[in-house]
Protein backbone atom coordinates (compact mmCIF):
# COMPACT_ATOMS: atom_id res chain seq x y z
CA UNK A 1 0.00 0.00 0.00
CA UNK A 2 1.18 3.28 -1.01
CA UNK A 3 0.71 6.67 -2.27
CA UNK A 4 1.75 6.51 -5.49
CA UNK A 5 -0.54 8.06 -8.21
CA UNK A 6 -3.54 7.95 -5.63
CA UNK A 7 -6.05 10.83 -6.36
CA UNK A 8 -7.42 10.70 -2.28
CA UNK A 9 -10.79 11.67 -1.34
CA UNK A 10 -10.08 14.59 1.69
CA UNK A 11 -13.25 14.58 4.52
CA UNK A 12 -13.91 15.69 7.48
CA UNK A 13 -13.17 13.29 10.63
CA UNK A 14 -17.27 13.51 11.20
CA UNK A 15 -17.51 11.89 7.56
CA UNK A 16 -16.05 8.70 9.39
CA UNK A 17 -18.96 6.12 8.65
CA UNK A 18 -19.82 7.11 4.94
CA UNK A 19 -15.90 7.70 4.04
CA UNK A 20 -14.84 4.46 2.29
CA UNK A 21 -17.75 4.41 0.01
CA UNK A 22 -16.15 7.29 -1.81
CA UNK A 23 -12.76 5.34 -1.75
CA UNK A 24 -13.46 2.20 -3.16
CA UNK A 25 -11.60 2.46 -6.47
CA UNK A 26 -8.45 1.14 -7.01
CA UNK A 27 -5.97 4.37 -6.59
CA UNK A 28 -8.15 6.29 -4.65
CA UNK A 29 -7.90 6.93 -0.33
CA UNK A 30 -9.00 9.16 2.43
CA UNK A 31 -7.56 11.64 4.15
CA UNK A 32 -9.09 12.90 7.24
CA UNK A 33 -9.39 16.56 8.76
CA UNK A 34 -9.22 17.55 12.35
CA UNK A 35 -7.37 16.69 15.35
CA UNK A 36 -9.61 13.90 15.63
CA UNK A 37 -8.19 12.40 12.42
CA UNK A 38 -6.03 9.57 13.86
CA UNK A 39 -9.00 7.82 15.79
CA UNK A 40 -10.43 8.55 12.13
CA UNK A 41 -7.80 6.24 10.53
CA UNK A 42 -7.63 3.51 13.23
CA UNK A 43 -11.73 2.93 13.33
CA UNK A 44 -11.58 2.94 9.18
CA UNK A 45 -8.88 0.02 9.45
CA UNK A 46 -10.53 -1.77 12.39
CA UNK A 47 -13.17 -2.08 9.94
CA UNK A 48 -10.83 -3.58 7.41
CA UNK A 49 -10.27 -0.29 4.76
CA UNK A 50 -6.70 -1.20 3.34
CA UNK A 51 -6.36 1.69 0.77
CA UNK A 52 -4.07 4.71 1.83
CA UNK A 53 -5.48 6.92 5.02
CA UNK A 54 -3.62 10.33 6.05
CA UNK A 55 -4.71 12.56 8.97
CA UNK A 56 -4.56 16.25 7.79
CA UNK A 57 -4.58 18.66 11.36
CA UNK A 58 -5.23 21.22 9.25
CA UNK A 59 -4.20 23.94 12.11
CA UNK A 60 -3.09 26.53 8.76
CA UNK A 61 -6.38 27.08 8.53
CA UNK A 62 -9.33 29.21 9.40
CA UNK A 63 -9.81 32.56 11.60
CA UNK A 64 -7.04 31.17 14.51
CA UNK A 65 -4.79 29.45 12.67
CA UNK A 66 -1.51 29.11 13.72
CA UNK A 67 1.95 30.63 12.13
CA UNK A 68 4.54 28.24 10.32
CA UNK A 69 6.82 28.56 12.90
CA UNK A 70 4.59 27.05 15.51
CA UNK A 71 6.35 23.87 17.38
CA UNK A 72 5.11 20.39 15.28
CA UNK A 73 3.60 18.10 17.47
CA UNK A 74 5.97 14.72 17.86
CA UNK A 75 2.85 13.54 19.58
CA UNK A 76 0.35 14.27 16.78
CA UNK A 77 2.80 12.20 14.25
CA UNK A 78 3.52 9.12 16.93
CA UNK A 79 -0.57 9.41 16.70
CA UNK A 80 -1.21 8.81 12.66
CA UNK A 81 1.47 6.27 13.39
CA UNK A 82 0.58 4.26 15.90
CA UNK A 83 -3.80 4.50 14.22
CA UNK A 84 -2.19 2.53 10.56
CA UNK A 85 -1.85 5.96 8.77
CA UNK A 86 0.00 5.40 5.15
CA UNK A 87 2.43 7.96 6.10
CA UNK A 88 2.35 10.84 9.20
CA UNK A 89 1.63 14.55 8.35
CA UNK A 90 2.87 17.53 10.06
CA UNK A 91 0.73 19.73 12.14
CA UNK A 92 1.63 22.52 10.11
CA UNK A 93 0.80 26.30 10.72
CA UNK A 94 0.00 29.05 7.86
CA UNK A 95 3.09 30.42 5.50
CA UNK A 96 2.35 34.01 4.84
CA UNK A 97 3.58 36.07 2.28
CA UNK A 98 7.34 36.12 2.02
CA UNK A 99 7.53 34.52 5.78
CA UNK A 100 10.41 32.11 4.75
CA UNK A 101 11.15 31.31 8.23
CA UNK A 102 7.81 29.48 8.74
CA UNK A 103 8.73 27.95 5.64
CA UNK A 104 12.01 27.00 7.28
CA UNK A 105 10.58 25.74 10.36
CA UNK A 106 8.17 23.38 9.09
CA UNK A 107 11.30 22.20 6.97
CA UNK A 108 13.35 21.82 9.68
CA UNK A 109 11.58 20.34 12.40
CA UNK A 110 9.72 17.70 10.03
CA UNK A 111 13.66 16.13 9.38
CA UNK A 112 13.38 14.72 13.16
CA UNK A 113 10.76 12.33 11.72
CA UNK A 114 12.13 9.48 9.59
CA UNK A 115 9.15 9.45 6.28
CA UNK A 116 6.94 12.20 7.79
CA UNK A 117 5.24 14.33 5.19
CA UNK A 118 5.98 18.21 5.35
CA UNK A 119 2.53 20.05 5.31
CA UNK A 120 3.15 23.41 3.77
CA UNK A 121 0.15 25.59 3.60
CA UNK A 122 1.39 28.30 1.66
CA UNK A 123 -0.14 32.02 0.46
CA UNK A 124 -0.21 32.09 -3.41
CA UNK A 125 2.61 34.28 -3.98
CA UNK A 126 4.36 31.18 -3.24
CA UNK A 127 3.22 29.30 -6.08
CA UNK A 128 3.40 32.37 -8.39
CA UNK A 129 6.52 35.05 -7.84
CA UNK A 130 8.21 33.37 -5.42
CA UNK A 131 7.52 29.78 -7.02
CA UNK A 132 11.35 29.34 -7.44
CA UNK A 133 12.72 29.77 -3.86
CA UNK A 134 9.67 27.36 -3.26
CA UNK A 135 11.07 24.55 -5.43
CA UNK A 136 14.70 25.53 -4.55
CA UNK A 137 14.40 25.44 -0.76
CA UNK A 138 11.94 22.21 -0.67
CA UNK A 139 15.12 20.71 -2.81
CA UNK A 140 17.33 21.36 -0.55
CA UNK A 141 16.05 19.75 2.12
CA UNK A 142 15.17 16.48 0.30
CA UNK A 143 11.86 15.55 2.69
CA UNK A 144 8.44 14.39 1.08
CA UNK A 145 5.95 17.46 1.46
CA UNK A 146 2.36 18.06 0.45
CA UNK A 147 1.18 21.27 -0.20
CA UNK A 148 -1.88 23.27 0.97
CA UNK A 149 -2.11 26.57 -1.54
CA UNK A 150 -4.25 29.23 -0.26
CA UNK A 151 -7.07 30.78 -2.70
CA UNK A 152 -5.18 33.40 -5.26
CA UNK A 153 -4.35 33.61 -9.19
CA UNK A 154 -4.30 30.84 -11.80
CA UNK A 155 -0.53 29.38 -12.07
CA UNK A 156 1.44 26.60 -13.28
CA UNK A 157 0.90 23.13 -11.51
CA UNK A 158 3.84 22.21 -9.41
CA UNK A 159 4.93 18.41 -9.04
CA UNK A 160 4.26 18.13 -5.54
CA UNK A 161 1.53 16.34 -3.33
CA UNK A 162 -2.01 18.67 -2.84
CA UNK A 163 -3.71 18.52 0.06
CA UNK A 164 -7.08 20.48 0.36
CA UNK A 165 -7.78 20.97 -3.42
CA UNK A 166 -10.67 20.54 -5.93
CA UNK A 167 -9.93 20.18 -9.71
CA UNK A 168 -6.21 20.88 -9.52
CA UNK A 169 -5.89 17.60 -8.01
CA UNK A 170 -5.38 16.58 -11.28
CA UNK A 171 -3.24 19.00 -12.36
CA UNK A 172 -0.61 18.51 -9.75
CA UNK A 173 -0.40 14.81 -10.84
CA UNK A 174 -0.42 15.28 -14.25
CA UNK A 175 2.66 17.59 -13.25
CA UNK A 176 4.19 14.46 -11.20
CA UNK A 177 2.36 14.95 -7.96
CA UNK A 178 2.72 11.81 -6.01
CA UNK A 179 -0.39 12.13 -5.09
CA UNK A 180 -3.60 15.03 -3.98
CA UNK A 181 -6.16 14.94 -2.33
CA UNK A 182 -9.77 16.12 -3.28
CA UNK A 183 -11.86 17.73 -1.18
CA UNK A 184 -15.11 16.08 -0.26
CA UNK A 185 -17.09 19.28 0.25
CA UNK A 186 -16.56 23.41 -0.76
CA UNK A 187 -14.71 24.38 3.12
CA UNK A 188 -12.21 21.20 2.26
CA UNK A 189 -11.47 22.29 -1.56
CA UNK A 190 -10.08 25.51 -0.61
CA UNK A 191 -7.44 27.39 2.05
CA UNK A 192 -9.27 30.76 2.51
CA UNK A 193 -7.07 33.83 3.46
CA UNK A 194 -8.29 35.19 6.77
CA UNK A 195 -10.27 37.06 7.31
CA UNK A 196 -12.64 35.75 4.98
CA UNK A 197 -16.72 36.43 5.21
CA UNK A 198 -18.50 33.14 4.74
CA UNK A 199 -20.84 33.04 1.87
CA UNK A 200 -24.49 32.88 3.62
CA UNK A 201 -23.02 30.03 5.93
CA UNK A 202 -21.61 26.40 5.18
CA UNK A 203 -24.99 25.19 3.97
CA UNK A 204 -25.64 27.74 1.09
CA UNK A 205 -21.45 27.46 0.91
CA UNK A 206 -21.87 24.07 -1.15
CA UNK A 207 -22.30 21.23 1.52
CA UNK A 208 -24.05 19.73 -1.45
CA UNK A 209 -22.15 20.18 -4.86
CA UNK A 210 -21.94 18.33 -7.88
CA UNK A 211 -18.92 17.52 -10.21
CA UNK A 212 -19.83 18.41 -13.76
CA UNK A 213 -17.03 17.53 -16.19
CA UNK A 214 -18.08 19.33 -19.04
CA UNK A 215 -17.54 22.72 -16.91
CA UNK A 216 -15.02 20.72 -14.98
CA UNK A 217 -15.99 22.17 -11.72
CA UNK A 218 -18.34 21.87 -8.51
CA UNK A 219 -21.70 23.51 -8.65
CA UNK A 220 -24.30 23.57 -5.73
CA UNK A 221 -26.50 21.14 -6.49
CA UNK A 222 -29.53 23.54 -6.71
CA UNK A 223 -27.78 25.14 -9.60
CA UNK A 224 -27.87 22.19 -12.07
CA UNK A 225 -28.14 22.39 -15.36
CA UNK A 226 -29.54 20.01 -17.93
CA UNK A 227 -26.49 17.62 -18.39
CA UNK A 228 -26.95 13.74 -17.97
CA UNK A 229 -24.23 11.82 -16.13
CA UNK A 230 -23.87 8.23 -17.01
CA UNK A 231 -21.98 6.92 -14.05
CA UNK A 232 -23.51 3.85 -11.67
CA UNK A 233 -24.98 6.61 -9.41
CA UNK A 234 -26.86 8.78 -11.66
CA UNK A 235 -27.36 5.73 -13.95
CA UNK A 236 -28.06 8.53 -17.11
CA UNK A 237 -30.82 10.74 -15.24
CA UNK A 238 -30.07 14.38 -15.40
CA UNK A 239 -27.70 15.51 -13.18
CA UNK A 240 -30.00 17.99 -11.78
CA UNK A 241 -31.66 14.85 -9.80
CA UNK A 242 -29.01 15.33 -7.27
CA UNK A 243 -30.96 18.58 -6.12
CA UNK A 244 -33.00 15.95 -4.12
CA UNK A 245 -30.05 14.12 -3.27
CA UNK A 246 -28.78 13.24 0.07
CA UNK A 247 -24.90 14.46 0.57
CA UNK A 248 -23.68 11.04 0.09
CA UNK A 249 -25.32 10.30 -2.82
CA UNK A 250 -23.61 13.68 -4.36
CA UNK A 251 -20.30 12.64 -3.02
CA UNK A 252 -20.19 9.66 -4.63
CA UNK A 253 -21.76 10.69 -8.46
CA UNK A 254 -18.57 12.98 -7.41
CA UNK A 255 -16.07 10.16 -6.85
CA UNK A 256 -16.89 8.47 -9.46
CA UNK A 257 -16.83 11.12 -12.53
CA UNK A 258 -13.35 12.04 -10.62
CA UNK A 259 -12.44 8.76 -10.67
CA UNK A 260 -12.75 8.20 -14.43
CA UNK A 261 -10.72 10.99 -15.29
CA UNK A 262 -7.84 10.07 -12.98
CA UNK A 263 -8.09 6.61 -15.25
CA UNK A 264 -7.77 8.73 -18.31
CA UNK A 265 -4.88 10.72 -16.82
CA UNK A 266 -3.31 7.57 -15.74
CA UNK A 267 -3.63 6.22 -19.07
CA UNK A 268 -2.98 9.12 -21.42
CA UNK A 269 1.01 9.12 -22.94
CA UNK A 270 1.49 12.65 -22.06
CA UNK A 271 -0.07 13.89 -18.79
CA UNK A 272 0.73 17.38 -18.71
CA UNK A 273 -0.79 17.51 -22.75
CA UNK A 274 -3.49 15.85 -21.15
CA UNK A 275 -4.36 18.15 -18.95
CA UNK A 276 -3.58 21.35 -20.84
CA UNK A 277 -6.35 19.99 -23.09
CA UNK A 278 -8.92 18.95 -20.40
CA UNK A 279 -8.49 22.61 -19.38
CA UNK A 280 -8.13 24.19 -22.59
CA UNK A 281 -11.63 23.30 -23.35
CA UNK A 282 -13.62 24.75 -20.08
CA UNK A 283 -11.30 28.26 -19.69
ZN1 LIG B 1 -23.12 10.76 -11.86
Not at 26 to 49: E, N
Request: charged share 20%; glycine share 8%.
Amino acid sequence: MDLHERLLIQVSVRDVYDATALAGHPRSGLVFTGQAGHDAIRMVRRAGYDGPLLADRRRYAGSARVRGTARLSADWIADQVEAGATAPLTDSGYISKGDHKALNSILDQSLHWEGAIAVLPVHARWVTNDRATLLRTIADYGSPVALVIEDGPPHRPLPFPLLSTGIAALGALAYGADWAAIGVREVLRHLYPEPHETQGGWRRGGARSAFVPDRLEFVPVERLGDGTCACSTCQGRPLRHLTESDELHVNTHNAKVLHVLHNRLLRSTHREHWWHSLTATTT
